[in-house]
C-alpha cells in the first residue's frame, strides 16, 4: 500500500516534470502571451541548517495583464480593475492590472527533530497549507496589491509528509515529532502590499541601478504583522517589477512584470526590513510550549536572478532575527524560485 510520503513523492517529481517541459517549450518558442507562473522552494537545508521555519512551496499564477488584448485571463485582469477601482493605488485608467492566485505551504519545526516528544523549551511543530488571491495594479514606478487568504493548520496541511519526503531525498535527520503538531483549525485573512521606485540609472542593456521601498500588512488568525523595507538591485535589462522577493516582504509581488521583453538579463539584490508582529497564530496555541513570539523582527536578504527568453531562476538567502522572544537566535533559509511566462 502507498503510504502519504510515497504519494506526496510521486506528485513532487509529476510536478517537476510537467515543469521542465513547460520550461523548456516556452524557452524555445518564446511568448507572445504574458500569464505568469512561479514555482518556488523555501528550505533552511540551503544554508546548511536545520530548526525554525525548515520547509516551504509555493505555486502561483498570475493573469495576463489588463492591456492584453489577446490573452482570455486579460478579461479576469481587466474585470478585477474595474471592481476594486475604489481602492487606493487602484487606478485602471493609467495602470496595468492582473490577478494573482497561490497555493503555499509551510512548516516550522523546533531545532531538536530528533525527540519524539519535543522540548517545551522551543518551537512546537506547525503545517500551514493556504490558498490566496491578490489584485495588483502597477506602473513604472509603484505597485499596489490587495488579497485574501483561506488556510488550515494541522495534519490536513501535509507538512508533515512533506518534510519527510524531503528530509530522505536530501539524506537528513527523520524528524519525529510531528505527533504533537498545532492545529487543527482553518484560518485566514486580507492583505495589502504597497511599493514605490525612489531611484533610478543607467540604460537598458548598460549596468542599471534601481532603489526603492515596500510596506505591506496582513490581518489574518494565522498571523498578522505590518512590514516596512528597502531594496537596492543592480544588473543589465531589469524588469520591470522593481521589488524582488526578498526577506519574505515582498511574496508574490514578485510576480508582476517580473520578466522583462528582451529575452535576457540578470540582478543582484539585497534588501532590509522591519515587522511588526501584533499576533501570532503560534504563540496563542503553543501551550504548553514556552513559545513567545517576538513582536519586532529586522530582516535581510540577498540574492540574484538570471532571466533565459520567457525564463527567470533566481536563489535568494534570507535571514530573521529570531521569532522567539527567549530565543534569539536567528530565523534563516534560503528560496530557489522559478518563473515563466507562457
Not at 152 to 163: D, F, W
Not at 284 to 289: G, I, Q, R, V, W
Not at 326 to 339: E, P, V
Amino acid at each position: 500500500m502507498l503510504t502519504a510520503e510515497d504519494l506526496m513523492s510521486a506528485h513532487f517529481v509529476r510536478l517537476w516534470t510537467c515543469a521542465t517541459a513547460l520550461l523548456l517549450n516556452t524557452a524555445q518558442t518564446g511568448y507572445a502571451q504574458a500569464d505568469t507562473f512561479n514555482i518556488s522552494w523555501d528550505n533552511d537545508l540551503l544554508l546548511g541548517l536545520d530548526q525554525g521555519y525548515t520547509n516551504g512551496v509555493r505555486l502561483a499564477y498570475l493573469t495576463s495583464p489588463s492591456e492584453d488584448t489577446k490573452a482570455v485571463s486579460a478579461n479576469i485582469s481587466r474585470a478585477a480593475g474595474g471592481f476594486f477601482e475604489a481602492l487606493p493605488g487602484i487606478d485602471p485608467g493609467n495602470q496595468k492590472q492582473a490577478v494573482s492566485f497561490s497555493l503555499r505551504q509551510f512548516m516550522v519545526t523546533p531545532a531538536d527533530i530528533s525527540l519524539e516528544k519535543p522540548s517545551r523549551n522551543d518551537l512546537p511543530y506547525a503545517g500551514y497549507l493556504f490558498l490566496s488571491s491578490t489584485i495588483w495594479s502597477w506602473d513604472a514606478d509603484t505597485i499596489t496589491g490587495y488579497g485574501a487568504h483561506l488556510g488550515v493548520v494541522g495534519p490536513e496541511s501535509g507538512a508533515e509528509a512533506s518534510q519527510k519526503w524531503v528530509h530522505r531525498l536530501t539524506g537528513s535527520e527523520e524528524p519525529r515529532g510531528w505527533d504533537y503538531q498545532l492545529g487543527s483549525d482553518v484560518v485566514g485573512g486580507l492583505q495589502a502590499t504597497h511599493a514605490r521606485k525612489l531611484w533610478r540609472s543607467g540604460n537598458k542593456g548598460d549596468l542599471e541601478h534601481e532603489m526603492a521601498w515596500v510596506g505591506s500588512g496582513m490581518v489574518s488568525s494565522f498571523r498578522s504583522h505590518a512590514r516596512v523595507g528597502g531594496v537596492w538591485r543592480t544588473g543589465q535589462y531589469l524588469p520591470g517589477n522593481f521589488v524582488p522577493d526578498y526577506a519574505g516582504t515582498s511574496s508574490t509581488v514578485g510576480l508582476p512584470s517580473a520578466l522583462n521583453g528582451s529575452g535576457q538579463g540578470w540582478s543582484v539584490f539585497i534588501g532590509m526590513g522591519l515587522e511588526y508582529v501584533p499576533y501570532s497564530y503560534l504563540e496563542d496555541n503553543a501551550d504548553p510550549y514556552q513559545f513567545e513570539e517576538s513582536l519586532l523582527l529586522a530582516q535581510v536578504g540577498i540574492g540574484a536572478t538570471w532571466q533565459w527568453q520567457s525564463v527567470q531562476a533566481a536563489l535568494t538567502f534570507r535571514a530573521t532575527t529570531g521569532e522567539q522572544e527567549t530565543n534569539k537566535d536567528s530565523f534563516s533559509f534560503g528560496t530557489l524560485s522559478l518563473t515563466w511566462v507562457y
